[in-house]
């Protein structure tokens, strides 16, 4: 089948700036796609001609409603509950398989809000009091709405220990492997001490609507530990709620 060269770059270039946490650069475009700046230009202001992209006071590209899915998926407090519901058996079989605490949060605003957790029973155990209100860009729940749901983040990138990724592009770094590996990972980021994986939950249109995690004291969870809690979280079975039938 013959492809369309242009279309195809153009498609690239959309693909490209859906990925990223921010606006991005024409030079960053052009070197995503191998192209000079001439030909990136071109294409960008086609896509933005057709009301694909749109360009900001910085010159900077991000796509528009027709390709950039929502961060906030305006999900009702049924939908929500009912998800908590079904997933809850979740968090207790983590809790079983890990030893560890297993949370559930939702998107709020540019925040992730704890709705739901399973306590580990051991004495040294993390927790994450429902209610509490934590940042997308340093916790593992947050960057699991930042990769798979959608969500963005304006303004600066607040620090909260040493490890946390202040910079946009260490960040645009840190979500494109999260989407890779399909889990994300708060490596004392947040918090001194506590090292944490999450996964995004589905609705049954595929839309994230909340995300699930384990966390776990440092002392306990090295490089070893992180990497199979993220397996197991990856793996556990959840049974997800059904729509409810059309009369």
């Known amino acids: 089948m013959r492809l369309l060269q242009s279309l195809s770059r153009g498609l690239e270039a959309l693909d490209y700036i859906a990925s990223r946490s921010e606006p991005a650069r024409l030079t960053d475009i052009a070197e995503a796609l191998g192209v000079d700046k001439s030909n990136a230009s071109h294409l960008m202001k086609t896509l933005v001609a057709c009301g694909y992209a749109l360009q900001d006071a910085g010159r900077r590209y991000q796509p528009t409603d027709k390709v950039a899915r929502p961060a906030r998926s305006e999900h009702s407090l049924a939908d929500i509950i009912a998800v908590k519901e079904a997933w809850r058996p979740a968090l ?3 809790v079983a398989r890990t030893g560890e605490c297993a949370h559930m949060a939702v998107l709020v605003r540019d925040r992730v809000w704890y709705i739901d957790k399973v306590d580990s029973p051991l004495p040294l155990k993390v927790d994450h009091p429902i209610g ?3 940042p997308l860009h340093c916790t593992a729940l947050g960057k699991a709405f930042l990769a798979f749901g959608g969500a963005a983040l304006e303004g600066p990138l607040t620090s909260y ?3 946390t990724l202040t910079t946009r592009p260490s960040l645009d770094d840190e979500i494109t492997l999260t989407r890779a590996r399909g889990y994300a990972v708060d490596d004392e980021e947040f918090a001194q001490g506590i090292r944490c994986v999450a996964r995004p939950i ?3 249109d595929g839309r994230m609507i909340a995300a699930i995690g384990v966390s776990g004291p440092s002392v306990r969870v090295d ?4 990497a199979e809690l ?5 793996s556990v079975s959840i049974v997800q709620p059904e729509k409810d039938p059309i009369e």
Do not use: N
Not at 223 to 226: F, K, M, P, Q
Not at 230 to 234: A, D, E, F, N, S
């Open 92 to 94: 207790e079989t983590l």
């Open 132 to 134: 509490a209100l934590s």
């Open 161 to 163: 220990t040493l490890k």
């Open 202 to 204: 589905y609705d049954a």
């Open 223 to 226: 490089d070893a530990r992180l």
């Open 230 to 234: 993220g397996r197991i979280i990856t």
